[in-house]
């Protein structure tokens, strides 16, 4: 979600950081009218599915997420990538993106309304994207994506890894603690307690940040690693409720999604 100016990013970095019921149709299938970027560098989200991309700014992807620190963590309301595990089309707005196609197959103890608020809003059935952002600097975890820089290291390499969830309301479904932070360091970086989430081979490629601030026409001048599972995995939202109320980043609700990009002047070539 690599950093222009420590101070003048972290505006822009935090801006990275209600489900519409299922929609027939989606308009990304079809070239959007929206004027391309002038000079932007590849951009994200995208379709994991197509390797296609004919941007010409090429840069070098960042070391693997255990050779980086954990900076920040959070989760987007809807997928806003795409592949085939998550390709039904959620509608417009800051809500837009994608759901998993499981949701459309709960069962009713599954869909069982939790006690309480989660997250400001979310629910059983709902859909989310959930980024890992590490950086190479060397700092402490903590509140938005301008934890991810300092002063002393200004321009850092940046990686997101990333997993798509389907909420449901079950004690036995996966839990968010074994995916979150806690203060867990290893071999000098921190660290999510866990990254394996069983969900096929990441599909690795070079973008930007994301969020709805950006578009077609608006591009983010950020360069970003990505690292996308292509499969869905279910998640107890009660443990993300959990999480929601106390974590060092102070993430208590979803994120808006990007619409997203297809134009390939826009992409990079995954290979």
Not at 215 to 227: E, G
Request: charged fraction near 20%; charge should be negative.
């Amino acid at each position: 979600m690599k950093i222009v100016n420590a101070f003048a990013s972290i505006a822009v970095l935090s801006s990275l950081l209600v489900t519409p019921a299922f929609a027939s149709s989606d308009p990304t299938e079809t070239l959007h009218p929206d004027p391309a970027c002038e000079g932007a560098g590849p951009q994200t989200p995208r379709d994991i599915d197509s390797t296609a991309g004919e941007n010409p700014r090429v840069f070098s992807m960042a070391p693997a997420a255990t050779q980086m620190n954990l900076c920040n963590i959070h989760f987007h309301n809807n997928a806003e990538h795409k592949a085939k595990d998550f390709s039904v089309f959620a509608g417009e707005g800051d809500a837009a993106g994608y759901q998993c196609g499981i949701s459309k197959s709960l069962s009713k103890s599954e869909l069982r309304k939790p006690r309480g608020d989660v997250c400001n809003g979310m629910a059983p059935g709902d859909t989310i994207e959930v980024h890992w952002v590490h950086t190479s600097c060397d700092i402490e975890p903590g509140k938005g994506l301008g934890a991810c820089s300092s002063a002393a290291c200004a321009n850092p390499d940046l990686r997101v890894e990333t997993q798509v969830f389907t909420l449901v309301n079950d004690s036995s479904a996966p839990s968010f603690s074994d995916h979150a932070y806690g203060g867990n360091v290893e071999n000098g970086y921190h660290q999510a307690k866990s990254l394996d989430f069983g969900t096929g081979t990441p599909v690795e490629f070079t973008g930007s940040t994301t969020g709805p601030s950006y578009s077609a026409s608006v591009c983010s001048p950020l360069q970003v690693s990505w690292s996308v599972r292509p499969q869905c995995a279910k998640l107890n939202i009660n443990s993300l409720a959990k999480w929601c109320e106390s974590n060092v980043f102070e993430e208590d609700h979803a994120h808006g999604v990007r619409k997203l990009v297809v134009n390939p002047k826009l992409l990079s070539e995954i290979k």
